[in-house]
């Protein structure tokens, strides 16, 4: 994932400072006094130097995201912070400098490292914020630590979710929900449901069936707990009976 991250911010520095691939060097190793003995043009190093998780920015909850065409479930991602020291080399003083400016320049003006930049392992990810670090914020002596010369340098945090590669495939849309009964003996039976009816002669006339009763309202229709098979009765004189169908009401 650092890799992807790293060929990101070169695309990105490369194209938008711009830094011509047969002028100047992009690395990212360690910036100590081995390094810079070798070096033999124009160069900006961006050395990571710290990578801790985001106290701020982290979420919580599920995500989907597609991956192939196939929709995906994942937690949500962790977020890291990593903090970046970049620094010129030249052979000239007023050539590092123009270097150094016109990444701060690019860092300052974007917010995020543009998509058409983003390495193909970015397509489920959000874009990297990008953020030059303030004054009074935690810093290291890099240049000490490894022993390295001394030189002006930017301070860049670049904040990213990290795919843990824990997706896993969703399931099929839901687009009904069924209900079987089992009878005593094991025999299941259609599930039951609401029953409309019409009555329209019955006015105030008792309903019933095996599932319960009601009566005929004044528009002459009733609805009735009943499942397919059911036999419904309509207390009139005679008594009328009926049997439910499958799908649909009934009438009397």
């Not at 599920?62 to 065409?69: I, N, Q, S, V």
């Not at 080399?89 to 050539?95: F, R, V």
């Not at 039976?189 to 019955?202: K, N, Q």
């Given at each position: 994932?650092?890799?992807?991250?790293?060929?990101?911010?070169?695309?990105?520095?490369?194209?938008?400072?711009?830094?011509?691939?047969?002028?100047?060097?992009?690395?990212?190793?360690?910036?100590?006094?081995?390094?810079?003995?070798?070096?033999?043009?124009?160069?900006?190093?961006?050395?990571?130097?710290?990578?801790?998780?985001?106290?701020?920015?982290?979420?919580?909850?599920?995500?989907?995201?597609?991956?192939?065409?196939?929709?995906?479930?994942?937690?949500?991602?962790?977020?890291?912070?990593?903090?970046?020291?970049?620094?010129?080399?030249?052979?000239?003083?007023?050539?590092?400098?123009?270097?150094?400016?016109?990444?701060?320049?690019?860092?300052?003006?974007?917010?995020?490292?543009?998509?058409?930049?983003?390495?193909?392992?970015?397509?489920?990810?959000?874009?990297?914020?990008l953020l030059m670090a303030r004054a009074g914020e935690q810093h290291v002596d890099v240049f000490r630590a490894l022993e390295g010369q001394l030189k002006p340098s930017i301070s860049m945090i670049v904040i990213s979710d990290i795919d843990t590669?824990?997706?896993?495939?969703?399931?099929?849309?839901?687009?009904?929900?069924?209900?079987?009964?089992?009878?005593?003996?094991?025999?299941?039976?259609?599930?039951?449901?609401?029953?409309?009816?019409?009555?329209?002669?019955?006015?105030?006339?008792?309903?019933?069936?095996?599932?319960?009763?009601?009566?005929?309202?004044?528009?002459?229709?009733?609805?009735?707990?009943?499942?397919?098979?059911?036999?419904?009765?309509?207390?009139?004189?005679?008594?009328?009976?009926?049997?439910?169908?499958?799908?649909?009401?009934?009438?009397?």
């Open positions: 994932m650092l890799e992807l991250i790293d060929e990101s911010l070169e695309a990105f520095f490369r194209a938008s400072v711009p830094l011509g691939a047969t002028e100047v060097d992009v690395s990212f190793e360690a910036p100590d006094r081995d390094w810079s003995a070798k070096l033999v043009r124009p160069t900006v190093n961006m050395f990571l130097w710290d990578i801790r998780r985001s106290a701020q920015r982290g979420r919580a909850g599920l995500e989907e995201f597609e991956r192939d065409g196939q929709t995906m479930r994942r937690m949500a991602l962790p977020v890291v912070e990593l903090r970046y020291l970049i620094t010129a080399w030249t052979s000239d003083h007023g050539d590092e400098r123009a270097l150094l400016a016109g990444v701060m320049s690019s860092l300052l003006a974007h917010s995020r490292v543009p998509s058409e930049f983003l390495a193909d392992g970015f397509d489920t990810l959000r874009q990297p914020s590669d824990l997706g896993r495939p969703v399931g099929p849309e839901v687009t009904s929900i069924g209900l079987s009964v089992n009878d005593a003996d094991g025999a299941s039976s259609s599930p039951p449901r609401r029953l409309a009816g019409e009555a329209p002669d019955a006015v105030g006339a008792v309903v019933h069936g095996p599932r319960g009763g009601t009566t005929v309202n004044p528009a002459g229709r009733f609805l009735i707990q009943a499942a397919a098979g059911d036999e419904i009765v309509l207390e009139t004189e005679p008594p009328r009976t009926t049997i439910v169908p499958e799908s649909g009401g009934i009438r009397f």
